[in-house]
Each structure stands twice: as C-alpha cells, then as structure tokens.
C-alpha cells in the first residue's frame, strides 16, 4: 500500500510544473489552430459598383462592373454583374429631339438602381463615353451634338450615382480601352503574359489594337499608345478608322454603285430576289458619305439583291484606298500598321455578324470561310427569310455584306493571310464580362490598374498561419521530447515485492 502511494508521488506526470506545461500547451495548440480556421472562414463579400454607358451609333448599352470592396484595388478583380441594352437607337440619332435621348436612358437607369445596393448608389461612379455617331455629329453639327450632351447628362443628374460626366471618346480612346479590357479579363496584364490584340467593329467607325515587338512608336506617333501596367511597359499600335463600321460602310458600298445614276441598282451583296425602294437623302445623310452625293438625284433608287460574294468583295475593296503610303507599311487609306503579331479577339459587330453565320470557328479554312459566304449570299432572299423567322428582315438583309466586309477589312485591310486568320478569335465575352471598350475606360478613370506591380508578401495569408501552426506544434512537440527523463515509462519503476 505505502509502496503503490510513493510511486503515484514520485510520478513525474503529477508534478506541478508538467500538468501546468502540458495545460498551457493544450491551450496554445487550441488558440492556434481557432486563430487559423478564423481568419481563413470566409467572411461575407461586401462589392462596390461602378456603371458605363456606351453611347454607341446604333444603340447604347448600360454596364454595371463590381468589385470586392475589402481588398485593395491591386488584387480586387472586376466583373460585369449586369448590362441592359437602351430600347431604341444611338443618342446621336436624337439630334433634332434631344430630350428624347435623355429619355431613352431612363429604363436601363432605373434598373441600375435595382442591381446596386442602395447603400453604395452615392459612392458609385457612372460614366457615359460616346463613339463614333456622336464624333460624327460633332463634326457635322456641333450644337446638335452639345444639346444631345446636355440632356443626357440633366437625365443621369437625376440618379442617385455619383455621375462623372459624358464625353465622347477619341478613336485612340477607344481603341486602347478595348485593348486593356480584353487583357484583363484575361489575366495577361498583372502576370506579364504575351497581350491578345483587340479587333472592335462598331456601326460608324471600326478599331484595330496590338503590341508589336518591331514597332516602337516612332513611325507615325499619333497610332502609339503607351501604357505602364503593372510594373510592365505596353508600347501599343492603334487606329480607329472613322466611317469604316459597318453601317457607314454599307452606305459608302451603295454610295458607289448609285454615284454613276441609274435608279435601279443590282447589288452584289444582297440576295437575289431582294427588292427595296430605298430613298437618297437617307442614304447620303452622314459625313461619311455626303461628299459622294451627286449633284442632281432622284428622290428615291431601288435596290435589287443579286447574291455573288466575290463581286460584293469587289464593291467592297472600292471603298478602300491603296494607292498612297508614306510609311514603312499600310493597312489602308495611307494609315502606318506595323506587322500582325500574336492572338487577336474581335469582338462587337465581329462576333454578332460571325456568330450569325456559324462562322465563329477560325480553325475553318479562310478558302472554306469565303465558299461558305459565296453560298450564303447566293441564297434566294425568300429562302433566307424562311429560315429566320425571328429575325427583323432589316437585320437579316445585311448579313451577306457584313460577312463580306469583315473578310475583305481583315484581308485586304489588315493583311491578315490564311495562315493568320487562325491567329483571330471571335468573342462576345471573356470569363462573362463584355468584350468592349468600357470595362478599360472604368479601369482607367478610377485608377484601379496600378504602375507598379503591388508589393506582395512572399507567402499568402493562409500559408503563413498554416506554417506559423505548424512550427508551433513542432516546438511543442520537441518540448514535449525534451522532458523525456522525466517521462513514467523511462523513469525507474519502482519494485513491488
Ligand atoms: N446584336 C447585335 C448588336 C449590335 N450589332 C451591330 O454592332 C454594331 C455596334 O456598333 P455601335 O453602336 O457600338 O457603333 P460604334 O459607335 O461603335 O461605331 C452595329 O453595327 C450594330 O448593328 C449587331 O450586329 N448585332
Ligand atoms: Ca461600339
């Protein structure tokens, strides 16, 4: 009996000091691993918001772009959370009526409201950037274009958003912005990865944006534009071709077959058996073209389809001039481009009018793209109507000639060849943001790409509480080893007899 009681003394486990190092380290353990799984729980996302209005020619879009509020605006990745597309068409097209514009905008408004909680409405920018319908009434009537401002701007006013202004854009604007858009959505600008050039067509004017490694600016500075992002020096290539969207330019194809005066025209890029009567002065109503109008016309010409894609590529090459280039090299009309290099994503009307032909698919042999259009524009008119029931027949009538125009602006144009046409991707979005211009010129006007590449620490948050966990556990353990002499299995045992 007196010996079993002097063994349970002497045990070492028993003894003050290791019960109180043993609780402490039971504790510690405990404390570290809640403090690990705390701050790695996930806390509930708090966003901020910012809205751009993209006053296109044909129509405006309203785009609302979130980010999370608690990090810092070098890791928060923004996304579009919600667009709405303005019923009706481009401000530009309510110059004689501008409050009407204003008007127009107040549905897609009022469900920005909706979408972005109440609370953040104040410290929500919204921005509206106009292209090239208004660069284009600016030019041709320079009030007009300044009353339709005013009203748009007094219809935003009325919002509870922290309005910052409508402008238009210049085309280098919007030939760079939709270059940084494409880029970071898909992540090539922190990491310093090869950049995607960006092809954009729009109604009035079309853009074209890359990075060549033989072009450093120097040849006609006014296409250069240079960028630091993220610790990385971009030396861009840019050109917006004013007039060159595919509206204006199914306009300058007509302007050209209608300039030698017969009242009935056999269109190339029209299905055969397509017949409208279609007036003048709406035909020659826009800078691009008013310069072609003919002295003397009739009110009105008819406009018979005929359905051959190469004499459509004809027509279309007439609109491009070749003859002059100061430069090293041209695309068209005496504009420097360096040579092609690298990916490229076109996007807007490029994706509308390719997806529309199930043409979206690069891999599909240039050769093959144009035999593909030479039977769908050879297509009977009625056939064409039969097959899409649901689409408006003003749409549907112009789809041979878009084709036509993007092949031949991309060939003849930019000189992309057979092998680089595979080089090109159509998109609409990336990673469920819009490709366009406006997501770069949000980025840009709240400063959220940064320079410099933010200082990261070398490990991440959670690394670094798993690693500081493990090293404790690790000490403890050893302590714990440490005090082997003193453990009951190694300490002598003592003899009952
Ligand atoms: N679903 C859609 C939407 C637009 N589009 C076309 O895409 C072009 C968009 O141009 P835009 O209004 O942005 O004009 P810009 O100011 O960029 O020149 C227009 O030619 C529209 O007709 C289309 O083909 N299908
Ligand atoms: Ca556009």
């Not at 928060?76 to 905008?105: D, F, M, N, W």
């Amino acid at each position: 009996m007196s010996a079993q009681r002097e063994m349970k003394e002497k045990n070492p486990w028993h003894t003050p000091v290791t019960i109180i190092i043993t609780v402490i380290g039971v504790i510690a353990i405990v404390a570290l691993v809640t403090v690990a799984v705390l701050q790695n729980r996930p806390v509930p996302q708090k966003y901020k918001y910012g809205i751009v209005l993209d006053a296109g020619s044909s129509h405006t879009a309203l785009y609302i772009y979130a980010w999370p509020a608690e990090k810092d605006n070098n890791t928060g990745r923004v996304q579009q959370t919600h667009s709405c597309k303005v019923k009706g068409k481009g401000i530009s097209s309510y110059a004689s009526e501008p409050l009407k514009a204003g008007e127009s905008l107040k549905l897609c408004m009022q469900e920005a409201e909706q979408k972005v909680p109440r609370k953040r409405h104040h410290q929500t920018p919204l921005y509206l950037g106009a292209t090239a319908g208004m660069r284009l009434l600016n030019m041709e009537n320079s009030k007009a274009s300044e009353k339709v401002f005013q009203a748009v701007g007094a219809a935003l006013q009325k919002f509870p958003f922290s309005y910052q202004g409508a402008r238009i854009l210049s085309g280098q604007e919007e030939g760079a912005f939709g270059w940084v858009t494409v880029n970071y959505l898909d992540d090539r600008l922190k990491q310093g990865l090869e950049t995607i050039g960006a092809l954009d067509l729009g109604g009035a004017s079309t853009q074209i944006s890359f990075v060549s490694d033989n072009y450093d600016g120097s040849e006609s500075p006014s296409n250069s534009v240079t960028f630091r992002l993220y610790g990385n020096d971009y030396n861009l290539y840019t050109h917006s071709f004013l007039c060159y969207g595919k509206d204006q330019v199914l306009r300058l194809a007509l302007a050209h077959q209608t300039q030698s005066g017969p009242t009935t025209i056999l269109d190339p890029c029209f299905h055969p058996g397509y017949t409208e009567t279609k007036n003048y002065s709406v035909l020659y109503d826009s800078p691009c073209v008013s310069d072609r109008k003919p002295l003397e016309d009739p009110v009105t010409f008819i406009h018979n389809g005929q359905g051959n894609f190469q004499q459509c590529q004809e027509v279309v090459k007439s609109v491009f001039n070749f003859t002059t280039c100061k430069y090293s090299q041209c695309s068209f009309n005496g504009v420097f481009q360096p040579h092609l290099q690298g990916p490229f994503g076109a996007f807007s009307a490029y994706y509308f009018v390719m997806n529309f032909l199930n043409l979206t698919d690069t891999s599909i042999p240039l050769e093959t793209v144009k035999e593909k259009l030479t039977s769908y524009c050879a297509t009977p008119w009625k056939e064409i109507v039969k097959q899409h029931p649901n689409v408006k027949l003003s749409y549907l009538a112009e789809y041979c000639f878009s084709g036509t125009y993007i092949i031949t602006l991309l060939t003849e144009g930019y000189n992309f060849t057979s092998k680089s046409y595979s080089d090109i991707k159509f998109i609409k979005k990336i990673k469920g943001s819009d490709a366009g211009w406006t997501l770069g010129y949000m980025l840009n006007l709240t400063n959220m790409i940064p320079a410099e590449a933010p200082d990261t620490p070398p490990l991440p948050h959670a690394g670094y509480v798993s690693i500081v966990t493990v090293m404790a556990l690790l000490l403890f353990i050893l302590f714990i080893v440490s005090l082997r002499p003193l453990w009951p299995s190694c300490s002598k045992q003592p003899q009952i007899v």
